[in-house]
């Protein structure tokens, strides 16, 4: 069974520019998370997708991130426009539904805003 | 809001030598998990801890719960260069909406020969 994926790997793009991260969950799983690991500190948690609800935007920075899940299916995060502050490791996971179930984590997109 | 704190942040050990890493969390969880990332890879769940006194082992590598005490270790025994890599404990509370995760900074450990 495929685990998460991620799209792209790395992306090294210019302040001001457009970003768009995918993240794929593994099949059938309703809960979809991203987080973020910026200048080597802890991972922290951005939101939450119940299929495609945001259930929890909580930890969203600013209103230039936009996170969507049409259809329930992959996820995109947009970054707009991009600021040197969001550099970092960009995670995706996803879990089974509601209840206790492990997370499975992509293998993160690596940002670089210069 | 919760706080998780790791320590040591970096640690370089030589091989055959053992050591703990510490993770120390601010309130109440439903589960402590720790993962290991290798460079560009996914976080590879190693040890999910439910309970006070939950100690799970695999390999050169033990992990510990104390709810009471809100702290887990993560023990190396004899380490191998295998074992280089990035080690993150993460706390969940689950809802009725299921958990998100709370991370340490991680801990760097680099095995040396």
């Known amino acids: 069974e495929a685990g998460v994926t991620q799209f792209p790997s790395h992306s090294v793009i210019e302040k001001g520019q457009t970003v768009t991260l995918r993240c794929d969950p593994i099949?059938?799983?309703?809960?979809l998370y991203w987080y973020r690991r910026v200048m080597g500190k802890e991972i922290k948690f951005l939101l939450h997708f119940v299929k495609e609800s945001k259930q929890d935007e909580s930890g969203m920075p600013n209103n230039r991130f936009l996170a969507e899940r049409t259809g329930g299916t992959y996820s995109t995060l947009k970054v707009q426009p991009a600021e040197l502050e969001d550099s970092g490791v960009y995670f995706c996971?996803?879990?089974?539904?509601?209840?206790?179930?492990?997370?499975?984590f992509g293998p993160g997109t690596r940002l670089t805003v210069t | 809001e919760l706080k998780v704190e790791q320590n040591p942040l970096f640690l370089s050990m030589q091989e055959g030598k053992n050591y703990t890493i510490y993770c120390n969390y601010s309130?109440?969880?439903?589960?402590l998990y720790w993962y290991r990332q290798d460079p560009g890879k996914s976080l590879e769940s190693l040890f999910v801890l439910l309970s006070n006194g939950a100690v799970k082992q695999e390999g050169r590598l033990m992990a510990s719960l104390d709810t009471k005490a809100r702290l887990s270790t993560l023990h190396i025994t004899a380490a191998v260069h295998d074992l280089s890599a990035t080690y993150f404990c993460?706390?969940?509370?689950?809802?009725?909406?299921?958990?998100?995760?709370?991370f340490g900074d991680g801990t760097t450990l680099t095995v040396k020969p």
């Open positions: 996971a996803s879990s089974q539904g509601r209840g206790a179930y492990e997370q499975y």
């Open positions: 309130t109440t969880s439903d589960r």
């Open positions: 099949s059938g799983h309703d809960n």
């Open positions: 993460a706390v969940v509370f689950y809802n009725t909406n299921a958990g998100k995760s709370t």
